[in-house]
């Protein structure tokens, strides 16, 4: 039989088992930081009708959505398939919120950790199937501010248990950002997203080409204009108090511009109650934040030992989430972590966090038939009372088995043969420190609790650390 | 703006928050059960290569698939697309392990928790996206019979632990039905096949139209070959004694019928010494599992009190689980739950397990402006000790506040207006009793805590609970 090469298509992570692992303790404790904040699991679908996808944003969007298409619907002669694969988690919680609107309560506190699909260009470091892991409080009708701050505290707690090393939470707002633009006599909405689309792109791109693309096409700026709003937005603080002296040095004179600095304040004294200290949080006026749907507070995170990763949890506020889906006008504020992209980073970057895993705790070793009834009886005891045991079920050398539970990371390896077996004993080897000690078969488990009262193994209860 | 239905595509099952937490309880109790046997986690992408998927089966499977299509790839004037969805976790796994087969430890136990996707007709409890939840032990070159019972020691295990109720894993072997086969002078792979998808049939029509087919069709058997077939292939049994007894009194006379009645009993002995109780095995002659690959030890789950649900937990042995891509010979046991179909079909008969889910522990009121800072802080306290916390952010009335707090299902709510602002105290209402209790605000947490020893809450600790 001819042989097919095993392979996956560009743009995908798959992991072996102990990264695997690794990346699952990642997932664990963004989840348990979630839900230490009150925020409730949901999930939705991979596939979506594609009318419900492509409502939101046009463009770039939908060059990168993958269609769905069942054998029997092939070929449907141009049009576009109804079916494709959600490409972010925010279109799915509008569809969801409008959908379920009666059955939730608001606010609506909801976190979602699932994978999304872009049909990018294969590039390095890109992907086209990855795990985002979403926050989100939807309100019916409002939506206080102290939401906005909420958010930058649950950024702190997450990435503060990731151990990710320092880290900043820089905010920004919309609001803010369009009453300065005013002040500099553009008023339009179009002409206005078209500024901040190149505003954005400061992080990648030099002062002088931001400035001449604020020149031509759709920004169309005189070239005063395009370098004072370069000036004004350079503006960047640290902190509670050096924040507030920045806010209060804007010489703002337009009522849009004066709400966004109150309504940032307001986030930032809340976000300070919350117990978010203050050298990880920041204003950057230069923060945009593409996406058409954010009205208020925009913020991005970068590690600060790392400022080439990028930023690595943002979000913002959204004024109206479902108005392609319902009448009902609900506001909301979120954010987004991209778990695939950092996890890669962080391993390219060999800064992999140290986070506990979860791993198979004991082998138990069969270098005899004459031993399997007993080994599979120590095992299934010890499985009784929580620990992760794998059995040896081939007879074979113990050194080859030895090796096995190094390789997998297995501390604890219990031997069973030999003169074990004639004086109702076993040994037992930590391969930790390589001691190796014999005890009576009835003392193994009061032995081995006694070890994991003194070191805790992880098992899930990575939510018992201390956190904000 | 014209608003367009919220909705999703039939076969899909989208829960409300308080479904999905038990959902993911369950999830995380199959998980539990995995990792107390050894198995390390895998994930794959949802998305594989057509060819890579579709090389195994055809037929029924191909009619099923989804194929998946970037925006500028649409219409390839009747080529396959190259890229669809997965519809099962055994072929990802053999690419898997064919992929990275030398940066494995063999034999690989892994299990894996992921939806698939199958484009089938929708019907009422079809699925087009659900999740299975496998695992899988994959020997290099051999892989001995021991493996085949544990997975049985895993099935009890993680059933028992889901609190189903009673259920009974019932095995058969296909060299033993091949053989029972073959004594009937049906030897032909071909012919063995076709009637082996006519007796699978069993559970669903009569022995009649079963004859009826038997003689039809590949199979054409005489009557009296049909008939005797039926007679031998009735027999089943329950328990380790029924079973030795039933497999010794079958009149066997040629060796492959033999082997797989040896096989069957090294099995049943192992899953006994596994400490599998005997009321939850048995052997039933009639299941043959229609899927081509399996070539040894089959089974399939049942719940005693609700017949109607079908098997709930299903797999087998395959000789070869890779060979489409690889030239190295991977002997496999293993087996899939389906878990969106397992949950759908417990609620329909309202019969979902009380397992401990994860949920908000406390809410912290808000009633006055005045209290921001003190609740704020309070909740800062708590979570720092891993409680989960919802803080009320816009003040309101108490009543809604308590009502939120019983419809999210948080036990405790702490109250920190009025009176308790000026005595530095705060209020605590258990919404489980009614209780309300008057505290100094730094007693709080330690009050909190021993009533947390009194009855300790879920956290991701279900793998502490005692298991086989």
Redesign the interface.
């Known amino acids: 039989?001819p042989?097919?090469?095993?392979?996956?298509?560009p743009g995908?992570l798959?992991?072996?088992?102990?990264e695997?692992?690794l990346f699952?303790a990642m997932l664990?404790t963004v989840r348990?930081g979630f839900?230490?904040?009150?925020f409730?699991?949901?999930?939705?679908?991979?596939?979506?009708?594609s009318?419900?996808l492509l409502?939101k944003q046009g463009g770039e969007t939908?060059?990168?959505?993958?269609?769905?298409?069942?054998?029997?619907a092939?070929?449907r002669g141009?049009a576009?398939?109804e079916?494709a694969?959600r490409f972010d988690l925010t279109v799915p919680l509008a569809?969801?919120v409008?959908?379920?609107e009666h059955?939730?309560?608001f606010?609506f506190?909801?976190y979602q950790i699932q994978?999304v699909?872009r049909?990018e260009r294969p590039q390095r470091g890109r992907f086209?199937?990855f795990y985002q892991c979403d926050a989100d409080v939807v309100g019916k009708d409002?939506l206080?501010l102290?939401?906005d701050a909420?958010m930058i505290a649950v950024i702190h707690?997450v990435l503060r248990d990731l151990g990710l090393g320092t880290f900043r939470v820089t905010l920004n707002h919309r609001k803010l950002l369009r009453g300065i633009l005013t002040g500099f006599g553009i008023a339009e909405d179009e002409r206005q997203a078209a500024v901040l689309r190149e505003i954005d792109k400061l992080d990648k791109r030099s002062p002088e080409e931001v400035r001449a693309a604020l020149r031509g096409g759709d920004c169309a700026l005189g070239d005063q204009a395009a370098g004072g709003i370069l000036t004004v937005l350079d503006a960047r603080s640290t902190g509670y108090t050096e924040t507030t002296t920045l806010l209060a040095s804007l010489g703002l004179n337009n009522p849009l511009a004066n709400e966004g600095r109150e309504e940032l304040t307001t986030v930032l004294t809340?976000a300070h109650?919350?117990?978010v200290p203050p050298e990880t949080v920041g204003v950057d006026l230069a923060i945009a934040r593409g996406l058409d749907y954010y009205t208020g507070t925009v913020f991005e995170t970068r590690l600060l030992d790392q400022p080439g990763i990028g930023s690595i949890a943002s979000g913002g506020r959204y004024e109206n989430l479902?108005?392609?889906?319902?009448?009902s006008h609900l506001p909301g504020v979120g954010f987004s972590i991209g778990a695939t992209r950092l996890y890669w980073q962080l391993r390219e970057a060999k800064l992999l966090p140290a986070l506990p895993v979860?791993t198979?705790e004991v082998?138990v070793a069969l270098t005899g038939e004459e031993d399997?009834?007993n080994a599979?009886?120590i095992?299934?005891e010890l499985?009784?009372?929580?620990?992760?045991?794998?059995?040896v079920?081939?007879t074979g050398k113990l050194a080859a088995q030895f090796k096995?539970a190094d390789?997998?990371g297995?501390r604890w390896v219990v031997l069973t043969g030999g003169e074990e077996r004639t004086t109702a004993s076993v040994s037992l080897k930590d391969l930790k420190n390589g001691e190796q000690r014999r005890l009576p078969r009835k003392d193994l488990l009061p032995y081995l609790q006694e070890q994991h009262r003194k070191s805790p193994r992880a098992?899930?209860?990575?939510?018992?650390?201390?956190?904000?």
Chains 1, 2 share one sequence.
């Open positions: 039989m042989v097919l090469r095993p392979r996956t298509m995908v798959e992991l072996l088992p102990e695997q692992r699952a664990a348990a839900e230490r904040f009150g409730a699991p949901i999930e939705t679908p991979a596939i979506e009708y009318d419900i409502t939908e060059r990168q959505v993958y269609f769905v298409t069942p054998t029997g092939l070929d141009g576009l398939p079916l694969l569809r969801y409008a959908e379920h059955d939730l309560v606010p506190r909801r994978r699909y049909g086209r199937e409002r206080g102290h939401h909420e707690t809340t109650a919350l117990g479902a108005g392609h889906y319902t009448r979860i198979t082998l399997r009834a599979l009886d095992a299934r499985r009784a009372h929580g620990w992760r045991v794998e059995t079920l081939e096995r390789r997998l297995i098992s899930g209860d990575a939510d018992e650390a201390g956190t904000i």
